[in-house]
């Protein structure tokens, strides 16, 4: 048992609506906190109290003013991936078109040769330094997809260099199977062959191996089409993995099928219409935004405000990727994107926390903890990501790495 503290103040932000707008007046802050870990659980409360309570407990002393939170979870990251695509952005902020960049050997397949390239530790090397990097930023639990690999061995692969990264770090590595990114130019069929492929020959070794429980498509005009998508995402539920999908990005469809089948989240959302943040607003699928790719891309943000206040369960995720999102600075872009979409810091915690848990199919896990150098939590995002963490735990245990 061990008791940490004392906190400036403590965000426990438990007790939060699991949908819908949230107001910082139902942010429970708890001034001079302690926390006390055992096993598995934290209990958050009045330092001094818990200090009277639990006189034997081990001591952690927090000698500077410190502001607690839980760790984010970034639940939408393409972290494992060879080479970058610098040219690709240098073109497009020179104002070239997607085909210009496309003929010069740009996009997607780009990563697809560089990841194919790399042999699987090298790529989960590069995994673990990317996963580092966000663990020292507070990001405690990541979701990491493959997807640059396109083919049985590679895509295996990238989840096996996941699995290994998991590993080699201390943030928790969730991985999801994105053979459905786009369809590969060398494969020899069309877009529902390639899907078929995929259930029929990758899936079963994916689960044989235990190397991801969760599945993606990128549903998109270039990409897969709604049609197929469906039939897909029921397959694959049907097998027994999760589902989740790169939907509305560029245009509509996407999260009407991700409803439709269930999908635990709808991601992207950028050109979704009315009637889809009507029904994200009822659905049980989380609604996903991604302000990296909005900034990397140069477009505009998927409409938050509008989604909340349909009543969406709304997680923010960085989309970390080679191509649409290299920043991959998780709080840097939510505290942007809350200002122009006037998001309140409740919301912002709620959609980095436990509603990017949900999107996940998971609870936030207990003991993973980050501490900011301030007085007061509303620091965090006034300076819109330039103030990091100075201290991160995981299972209650403190991390060096910072
Ligand atoms: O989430 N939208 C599709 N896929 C990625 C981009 C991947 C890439 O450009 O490499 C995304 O933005
Ligand atoms: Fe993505």
Redo the contacts with the bound molecule.
């Keep these: 048992m061990k008791l940490i503290g004392p906190f400036s103040q403590i965000l426990p932000l438990t007790g939060l609506p699991e949908r819908g707008p949230v107001s910082d007046e139902q942010l429970l802050v708890i001034e001079n906190g302690g926390v006390l870990v055992y096993e598995d659980a934290v209990l958050f409360g009045s330092y001094e109290a818990l200090l009277q309570q639990y006189p034997l407990a081990e001591m952690e002393r927090i000698e500077e003013a410190m502001t607690l939170l839980p760790g984010f979870v970034d639940c939408?990251t393409?972290i494992c991936?060879g080479g970058n695509?610098s040219r690709d952005y240098a073109m497009r902020i020179a104002g070239k078109s997607y085909l210009d960049i496309a003929r010069a050997g740009g996009?997607?397949w780009d990563?697809v040769m560089k990841t194919r390239e790399a042999d699987e530790t090298q790529l989960a090397e590069l995994t673990v330094a990317r996963a580092n990097r966000h663990l020292r930023d507070g990001v405690t639990t990541i979701e990491i997809k493959s997807?640059?690999g396109l083919d049985m061995e590679s895509e295996l692969k990238m989840l096996r260099a996941i699995r290994t990264a998991a590993q080699h770090t201390e943030a928790t590595l969730v991985p999801t199977c994105l053979a459905a990114?786009m369809r590969p130019k060398d494969f020899d069929g069309d877009e529902k062959a390639y899907l078929q492929w995929i259930l029929r020959e990758l899936i079963p070794v994916v689960k044989a191996e235990h190397l991801a429980d969760r599945i993606d498509i990128?549903v998109?005009e270039t990409?897969f089409s709604t049609e197929a998508a469906r039939g897909f995402l029921q397959s694959a539920k049907a097998a027994g993995m999760q589902i989740t999908v790169?939907a509305d990005?560029f245009s509509s469809g996407g999260s009407a099928v991700a409803v439709e089948a269930g999908a635990l989240s709808a991601?992207?959302l950028e050109a979704s219409t009315e009637e889809d943040i009507r029904r994200l607003g009822a659905a049980g699928t989380v609604a996903v935004v991604?302000p990296g790719?909005s900034l990397g891309l140069g477009m505009a943000y998927a409409p938050a405000r509008k989604l909340l206040n349909a009543g969406a369960c709304l997680a923010i995720a960085s989309?970390w990727?080679?191509?649409?999102?290299p920043m991959g600075d998780l709080l840097m872009q939510a505290a942007v994107m809350s200002a122009a979409e006037r998001l309140s810091s409740a919301e912002v915690f709620a959609a980095l926390t436990h509603r990017a848990a949900k999107a996940l199919g998971r609870t936030l896990p207990a003991g993973d903890l980050q501490a900011y150098p301030t007085k007061d939590y509303r620091d965090i995002l006034y300076y819109q990501g330039r103030m990091k963490p100075v201290r991160i735990w995981k299972g209650g245990q403190k991390t060096d790495i910072i």
């Design positions: 939408h393409h991936f695509r996009g997607i990563s997807g640059y990114h990128f998109e990409a790169h990005q991601d992207h991604l790719a989309d990727n080679p191509g649409s999102a």
